[in-house]
């Protein structure tokens, strides 16, 4: 896998690195790997990183590394909502991990990828964003280092944006605003999270949907990306997470936090791009929607 890149009249003169760096947003530590490698060629030859371009000059830098991992692949079945040679977005179901855990090794997302990719993706799960295990929706994946060194830069500078459904208890009394607390573990649970003016700032707006029968449908939107963000905000407003027991939801009609991520928003790594991609509403999210409609 390859990036390719004719020199522009504009970028004359500079230097293969200084174009990689400025222009095309590779990172430090990728050029040097890629120096130690010779993954820069330019009109078909291998050349220092100093040298100095012309415009019309063909540059084709190496995205794919001999790397592996230890994630065993597995042929589950995936909901796919983007995908080109550098980024993958995926629709993950309720009650799967995106990770693998030292007991739990298998039936996640990465396993899933992982096969998906087969031979012709370097065999490397790098997930942007992360969801728990019963929030369903979009997860963003790079599919080789310089996509995930960009897109995680958008996902620190607020470039990629998620945006969720969730089904709360009780009737919000505002219909938009902002939770800006701090969130922290709570206690000694290694889960469990709290908010506390010692944990690390986390932002959530939220926007009133629909009112329902004893419960509102919200739609909300990360700032930061704390662990149980959204569950832990709600929560301390007053306005558990239906099913969201952890935290003092009632698990009635779904058995799982009503939560999906519906919708994300970033500038493509390589062209630039703006993308914005959408995932439906689960069904057992939709039937709890229609149980408690006025």
């Known amino acids: 896998m390859k990036l390719n890149h004719q020199v522009a009249a504009a970028e004359a003169g500079l230097t293969a690195e200084k174009i990689m760096r ?42 794919r590394f001999a790397r592996y991992t230890d994630v065993p692949p597995q042929p589950i079945p995936i909901e796919i909502a983007y995908e080109d040679d550098h980024l993958l977005i995926v629709i993950k179901p309720c009650n799967m991990l995106v990770h693998p855990l030292k007991h739990e090794q298998e039936n ?26 019963d929030t369903s929706g979009l997860v963003v994946i790079a599919k080789h280092a310089h996509a995930g060194y960009r897109l995680a830069r958008q996902l620190g500078d607020g470039e990629l944006w998620r945006e969720y459904l969730a089904v709360a208890h009780g009737l919000f009394a505002l219909e938009r605003g902002t939770i800006d607390l701090p969130i922290n573990r709570c206690g000694d649970s290694k889960a469990k999270r709290m908010v506390s003016p ?13 009112y329902l029968a004893g419960n509102t449908l919200v739609r909300l939107r990360l700032v930061t990306g704390r662990t149980h963000q ?22 009635e009609g779904i058995d799982r936090q009503a939560l999906h991520c519906r919708r994300v928003g970033l500038k493509h790594p390589v062209t630039g791009e703006a993308l ?17 409609g006025k």
Do not use: C, W
């Not at 959204?230 to 698990?251: E, F, K, N, Q």
């Open 22 to 63: 400025r222009n095309l947003g590779f990172s430090r530590g990728m050029i040097r790997k890629l120096k130690r490698s010779s993954g820069v060629l330019v009109n078909g030859q291998i050349v220092y990183l100093n040298k100095r371009l012309q415009e019309g000059d063909r540059l084709s830098i190496n995205l």
């Open 230 to 251: 959204i569950r832990v905000h709600m929560s301390h407003i007053g306005h558990p997470l239906v099913g969201d027991t952890l935290y003092g939801g009632r698990a």
């Open 276 to 292: 914005v991609v959408e995932a439906p509403l689960p069904e057992d999210m939709q039937r709890l929607i229609m149980s408690r």
């Open 108 to 133: 996640t997302l990465a396993n899933a990828i992982l096969y998906h990719y087969g031979n012709e993706t370097e065999p490397v799960f790098r997930p942007i964003t992360r969801l728990d295990r």
């Open 198 to 210: 010692d944990g690390r700032q986390a932002i959530t707006h939220y926007q009133v949907e629909e």
